[in-house]
């Protein structure tokens, strides 16, 4: 039996925008429903193994690629997205990059508007720099390095609090120690009267007079105004499905590419435990000053699972060098990329992906590896393994010689990304698919609040600025009065 549901606002997808778009609605009260395709996971039952934990909170556990399989694409399914699973950074986007933005019309009240906006994200998600005890040695290692090179690098802030250092934020906190969007928005949110549907995958949306349907599997939804927040893979998908928005939609998207980089220490780096990702190398990243280019050195999750599967080589050199797991270090290389890649859906519903880095992505990618492998030697690396087919592995900075000539085609180099991102941008020109009150154009009552909606690369790891968007584009619907 189909259930049915009334309400003035229905928000699609709850992860880091859909949650703050539904929480600053319903605070202004507004009558909210949001529909999460996924589950609501209970922390209790994460039982801290990767085997078990992709598959429950990732989507298609885990193992979404680009078309040719060539690149990890990896997102989260549940109450709360990616929030739930992700490493804990809170990074603001730098005032650069939004200056850039808001020069085409893309960043809803300017940048003095969304730095406040950005300002009042952090303050709820209990953004807090990591304490020096915090950082573990896969992150000192990276520090020693950059001082050693002379990189600039900073001590990253994250939400998280009373952390016990365990170590798997990657695949759930167990502890419940992460100040992810069920803490920061949806708790305070159900107090202010917000209905949550669970297990409600949204298939399409028609907007019919003065109403807009939402149609899930048993379950419609009549809604005054509509926002979809179901990640920069998923959205354009929707929008497709439902017949709303330009043909572009889906072609702008971003990855930030990820080039794992690992490095054998004399030590114990113990990598695997301890706050993952805390300092991060920005000496590389240009957007930081002109808002465009370059990249940031920073450390990989590294469970072991996750460390097997992006090691460079296979087989026996794998199982070789996860036999040395606990002196090895783990990064890589995350690229601000230009280049566009592109997400449209396949037969089945799921996203198909296209993408690889050409140009000054390729080139910027190349450079980052290159001083990411230089960082660590300078930080007494004995050997460094590199994402290349042809040459997985140097003993010393001579070996690095020719790496602008080795073969980066598909297959060639090892690349994932977690950030997806600028699938749906927003734009004051005729082409941008959604224009700067967060409504998809040509579409009467339905807003995007999510990743999309970034008119290019952010840089840096995104939730902050997602989370802006998310609560910017309800806030200007509200400004306007609608519903
Ligand atoms: C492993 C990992 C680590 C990360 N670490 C960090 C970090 O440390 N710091 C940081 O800033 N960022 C990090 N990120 C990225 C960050 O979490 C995401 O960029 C952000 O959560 C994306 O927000 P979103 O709202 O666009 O989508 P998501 O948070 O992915 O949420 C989308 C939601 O929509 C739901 N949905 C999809 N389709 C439908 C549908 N048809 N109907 C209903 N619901 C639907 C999905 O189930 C999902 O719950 C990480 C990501 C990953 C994967």
Redesign the pocket.
């Known amino acids: 039996m189909t259930r049915e549901l009334r309400c003035q606002v229905c928000v699609?997808?709850?992860?880091?925008?859909?949650s703050a778009a539904a929480a600053t609605l319903a605070a202004a009260g507004r009558d909210v429903v949001l529909?999460?395709?996924?589950p609501h996971h209970d922390p209790s039952t994460f039982d801290q193994r990767e085997t078990t934990m992709m598959p429950r909170l990732?989507?298609d556990g885990g193992l979404t690629a680009t078309r040719d399989q060539s690149m990890a694409v990896?997102?989260?399914?549940?109450?709360?997205?990616?929030?739930v699973?992700?490493?804990?950074?809170?990074?603001p986007a730098p005032r650069p990059v939004l200056e850039r933005w808001a020069e085409g019309g893309g960043l809803p009240l300017g940048v003095e508007g969304f730095e406040a906006a950005q300002g009042e994200v952090m303050r709820r998600l209990g953004a807090r720099v990591v304490d020096d005890d915090e950082i573990n040695a896969n992150n000192r290692v990276l520090a020693d390095g950059a001082r050693a090179r002379g990189l600039e690098f900073i001590i990253a802030r994250h939400n998280r609090e009373r952390c016990s250092g365990c170590g798997y934020c990657?695949i759930g906190c167990a502890y419940n120690k992460k100040r992810n969007a069920l803490f920061a928005w949806l708790e305070g949110a159900v107090a202010n009267g917000l209905r949550i549907v669970v297990d409600?995958?949204?298939?399409r949306i028609l907007e019919r007079g003065d109403t807009t349907h939402v149609r899930?599997r048993d379950l419609q939804v009549q809604a005054e105004e509509v926002f979809i927040?179901?990640?920069?893979l998923?959205t354009p998908l929707?929008l497709r499905r439902s017949g709303l928005g330009l043909r572009s939609v889906g072609t702008n998207l971003r990855l930030h590419p990820f080039a794992p980089v690992a490095a054998l220490f004399d030590d114990r780096i113990a990598a695997w435990r301890g706050v993952p990702?805390s300092v991060l190398v920005t000496g590389d990243a240009r957007f930081f000053h002109g808002g465009r280019g370059g990249w940031i050195l920073m450390a990989g999750?590294a469970g072991p699972a996750a460390t097997a599967a992006f090691v460079p080589g296979h087989g026996r050199d794998v199982a070789q060098l996860m036999g040395r797991y606990e002196r090895l270090a783990f990064g890589g290389v995350l690229l601000h990329d230009e280049g566009c890649s592109s997400v449209r859906g396949r037969r089945d519903g799921r996203p198909a992906v296209k993408s690889w880095p050409r140009g000054e992505d390729r080139d910027g990618l190349v450079a980052g590896i290159r001083s990411l492998a230089e960082l660590y030697f300078a930080a007494g690396a004995r050997q460094v393994f590199l994402p290349f087919t042809r040459r997985p592995r140097v003993n010393s900075p001579a070996d690095l010689d020719g790496l602008e000539r080795l073969p980066f085609r598909p297959y060639d180099v090892t690349l994932s990304s977690?950030?997806p991102?600028a699938s749906v941008p927003m734009g004051a020109g005729r082409d941008a698919p959604v224009l700067p009150d967060g409504r998809v154009r040509g579409a009467r009552r339905v807003r995007v609040a999510?990743?999309?909606l970034f008119p290019g690369s952010v840089g840096v790891?995104?939730?902050?600025a997602?989370m802006t968007y998310?609560m910017l584009v309800a806030q200007v619907m509200l400004a306007e009065g609608s519903s």
Request: no cysteine; net charge negative.
């Open positions: 699609i997808g709850s992860g880091a925008g859909g529909l999460e395709a996924g990732f989507e990896m997102s989260g399914r549940g109450l709360g997205g990616s929030t699973h992700n490493t804990g950074l809170a990074v990657m409600a995958p949204v298939d899930g927040a179901a990640s920069a998923r929707l990702q999750a977690v950030h991102q999510d990743g999309s790891p995104p939730q902050v997602i998310g």
